[in-house]
């Protein structure tokens, strides 16, 4: 079946720490997104692509990088430079922007 | 950037129908209309989009005014597992989210 898949579904970061997060999908579509949520909050856009080799900022990028390197797949790295990265990760992808988005199942980040 | 405007919850007993509106009064003539439902610790999934013209699926159906201001999505016969915070959202390059009306369903 087509999807999109993120991994993992829980991940723990010490201070200081980059981490990445992994989006991959099968569904051929052109562009991805990454979404970050905090408890009781919709859903705010961290940065998306519409297409290879091509990404934009959202509104919160700050902290953030993405790469897309591969249709497939745009993973999300956390660097330490986000001061605040405790939230809940979503990815999505659409055929194109603006077309209806698939999500992933998300990714819990913490801080030790 | 395009904005929707939606109540921060709703209740309504089971097997009832259920109207969520969302108000859109800057929408472009381009933008379609896109509702997305989410539960507990999980992803968005897509509900329904239109244009123009009312739309239906096997999910719900989707009411778009004449002067596309606002759309209203129906379920026709809310069940316990509809009980979700829905997204009314416009489906321009930097699709925003908002907080959502979060829907309460009583047995």
């Known amino acids: 079946d087509g999807g999109i898949t993120q991994s993992p579904k829980y991940l723990f970061r010490k201070e200081g720490q980059n981490v990445t997060l992994s989006c991959e999908q099968n569904l051929n579509h052109d562009a991805m997104y990454w979404y970050r949520q905090d408890p009781g909050q919709g859903l705010r856009l961290i940065y998306y692509?519409?297409?290879?080799?091509?990404?934009q900022k959202g509104d919160i990028a700050e902290g953030y990088s993405v790469s897309r390197e591969k249709k497939e797949s745009f993973p999300l790295t956390v660097t330490s430079a986000q001061k605040n990265p405790t939230a809940f990760y979503l990815c999505a992808s659409s055929a194109w922007t603006g077309t209806p988005q698939h999500f992933g199942d998300g990714t819990r980040l913490s801080i030790l | 950037d395009a904005k929707t405007t939606q109540p921060n919850s709703m209740e309504s007993n089971e097997e009832e129908p259920v109207h969520l509106p969302c108000n859109h009064s800057?929408?472009?003539?381009?933008?379609?209309i896109h509702w997305y439902r989410q539960l507990p610790s999980q992803g968005p999934e897509y509900v329904i989009h239109g244009l123009t013209s009312n739309v239906n699926n096997r999910m719900a159906s989707l009411a778009i005014a004449e002067d596309r201001k606002s759309s209203t999505l129906i379920l026709h016969r809310a069940t316990l597992r509809d009980a979700a915070v829905y997204y009314c959202?416009?489906?321009?390059?930097?699709?925003?989210f908002g907080k959502g009306t979060r829907l309460h369903i009583l047995p």
């Open positions: 959202i416009l489906g321009d390059d930097k699709i925003i």
């Open positions: 800057t929408i472009s003539g381009t933008d379609y």
């Open positions: 692509s519409q297409i290879v080799n091509d990404f």
